[in-house]
């Protein structure tokens, strides 16, 4: 994301959010008044009460300062309410580009930026809010109950206080600079730990403990370094904290004497006093404290969750004007057209284990799957059709040989856009059924073609019974089944010509599959490869792949029927659908 677009972002989000700042705003001067009150009130009770022999008045005055603090404590608890409207949607929109990058481009980050940094990013912009709003009202009303009280008092107070937070100003970027190093940190340690969790199976059998726990501990200690060079600056911010907080009060002491002498009462000495020690001191502190830990750690998660994109694979799209007619078939996006006669997807010699002693999964695996194919991977449970899929979209790396799809080498950013994986487990977020479907493009999708993607797949009546593409979608009330098929769409309405299906379709019925891939198979355009969930998926292939440990067969349904053996057992009608 450029700076452009993070700014118009940003202002979108702030005009959407106007009338929930206004009323946030509107709750905050509850707060301002009750700083107001809290100073003025004491010194008003002292002045024209208990020092001028009035108790009633004083009584008056601090039950006014009482009635300040009810106040106030019932805006506060008003303004959570409005900060979570403020900061949620700001939380849907960081999932949703999120998971819509980590799936595009196989960004193995991703994992780390969804489970905590979308997290970090959500709690540290209501934090932020919530310090910065506090600061802003409680310094406001106790400048204007000091300048309502005596000028002077200014003079002994704002200069100390813009001190410190210009010192504190200073820190900020710093601090940013080893936030983003932790962080960095933290997302090498997410994935060597995503790597080797897996594996921890073939790393005992292997004996490969010792070298798996270095690479390990490798990052854990630089994780250790980065946080530890980011406590250093606490040291900083501490004495922000004293010069702008602790000082103001120690010049009021000291200079007490001459503003006594220069016309200002006792009352209003306390009060200021107050001022300090009950508002300005406090919300210092926690401007420091959490605009210094936030606000920089939120700079920095906004910059990791948002990266400039890698040149030659932006994701534009051609200029359309209203005349324009739109198609019913997915758009290709430009750059993204596989080049005529290359296989849609090519290996050569792969071999893959997942660990350096196990017996390989893949072993010298040569496959080409020419565009426009149709391939079934069959074979029993466990013996690596999953790993072929991984291996092909990028997110395993293979010991030995080359993959390409569509002639781009995997991994890549051109592979990773030419491509779509469509695991088992289907995902779908919380929003509008549109845009579950359109995660993959760059646009919205126009509604026909969505129609008639839905109508191909089978998703037509899961679309009607929800209400339309702009229904809203609870992932927790949909079946296995239909996260399958929303899934299944999505990928569908993708711009990338090869689908690899990695048993997306277990949670349907036979008819609902065979639907599905048909529709995969007839996709203007594109490749299909499919992990088998039943058997009856290798007889709608066009080449059929046998996987039996290392060893492979292939070809068609019927020339497998009288060569390999595996498959016509594979095949045989008592055989159950194959497990995972």
Not at 160 to 173: C, D, K, M, Y
Request: with cysteine; charged share 15%; aromatic share 4%.
């Amino acid at each position: 994301m450029t700076s452009r677009s993070r700014r118009r972002q940003a202002m979108g989000l702030l005009r959407a959010g106007r009338p929930v700042s206004a009323r946030l705003a509107g709750w905050s001067l509850l707060e301002a008044g009750q700083t107001f009150l809290l100073g003025y009130a004491l010194a008003r009770a002292l002045d024209v009460g208990f020092l001028a022999g009035n108790v009633r008045a004083g009584l008056l005055w601090l039950a006014a300062a009482g009635g300040g603090v009810v106040l106030g404590a019932y805006g506060t608890r008003r303004v959570y309410g409005v900060v979570a409207d403020l900061v949620e949607p700001v939380r849907d929109r960081l999932v949703s580009g999120v998971v819509a990058r980590g799936v595009r481009e196989a960004d193995r980050a991703a994992l780390s930026r969804l489970t905590q940094q979308v997290e970090i990013a959500r709690d540290t912009l209501a934090g932020l809010v919530m310090v910065s709003r506090s600061f802003v009202f409680a310094v406001g009303g106790a400048l204007a109950g000091l300048c309502t009280l005596a000028p002077p008092l200014l003079l002994v107070v704002v200069p100390p206080l813009l001190a410190g937070l210009g010192l504190f100003a200073a820190t900020l970027r710093p601090l940013a600079r080893r936030q983003e190093a932790f962080l960095v940190a933290d997302e090498a340690l997410a994935g060597e730990l995503g790597e080797m969790c897996p594996g921890l199976r073939d790393v005992t059998a292997a004996g490969a403990e010792q070298y798996a726990g270095t690479r390990a501990g490798e990052r854990v200690d630089a994780e250790f370094r980065a946080a530890r060079a980011l406590a250093r600056w606490s040291v900083v911010r501490v004495a922000a904290l004293v010069v702008g907080g602790r000082m103001p009060l120690v010049l009021l002491l000291a200079t007490a004497p001459w503003l006594l002498a220069h016309g200002v009462t006792a009352g209003a000495l306390v009060g200021a006093l107050a001022y300090v020690t009950q508002s300005l001191l406090p919300a210092l502190q926690n401007l420091v404290h959490g605009l210094g830990t936030s606000g920089a750690r939120l700079t920095v998660v906004l910059r990791r969750l948002h990266p400039p994109p890698n040149p030659g694979t932006g994701t534009g799209t051609p200029h359309e004007t209203p005349d324009t007619p739109r198609s019913t078939t997915p758009r290709k996006v430009p750059g993204r057209r596989p080049d005529v006669g290359v296989p849609a997807l090519a290996l050569a010699a792969v071999s893959f284990a997942y660990g350096p002693a196990s017996a390989p999964v893949l072993d010298g695996l040569d496959l080409c799957v020419p565009q426009g194919g149709h391939l079934a991977v069959v074979g029993p449970s466990g013996i690596g059709k999953s790993t072929l899929t991984a291996v092909a979209a990028g997110l395993l790396a293979p010991a030995h040989g080359q993959i390409r799809v569509c002639g781009h080498p995997v991994p890549g950013a051109r592979a990773a856009a030419l491509r779509v994986l469509i695991p088992q487990e289907a995902y779908v977020s919380t929003g509008t059924l549109a845009e579950n479907l359109g995660l993959l493009r760059p646009d919205p999708v126009p509604e026909p073609e969505l129609l008639a993607a839905a109508a191909a797949v089978g998703l037509a009546p899961v679309l009607e019974r929800l209400g339309g593409p702009d229904a809203p979608v609870r992932p927790a009330a949909l079946s296995a089944g239909e996260r399958q098929l929303i899934a299944l769409t999505r990928a569908y309405l993708s711009p990338a010509p090869l689908a690899l299906l990695d048993e997306a379709t277990c949670h349907l019925d036979a008819e609902a599959e065979a639907r599905a891939e048909r529709a995969f198979a007839a996709r203007p355009g594109g490749t299909l490869v499919v992990v088998a969930h039943r058997i009856a998926s290798a007889g709608r292939a066009q080449r059929i792949l046998v996987m039996d440990g290392p060893r492979t067969a292939y070809g068609t349904h019927q020339d497998l029927l009288r060569t390999c053996a595996l498959y016509q057992d594979l095949a045989a009608p008592s055989q159950p659908p194959f497990a995972r």
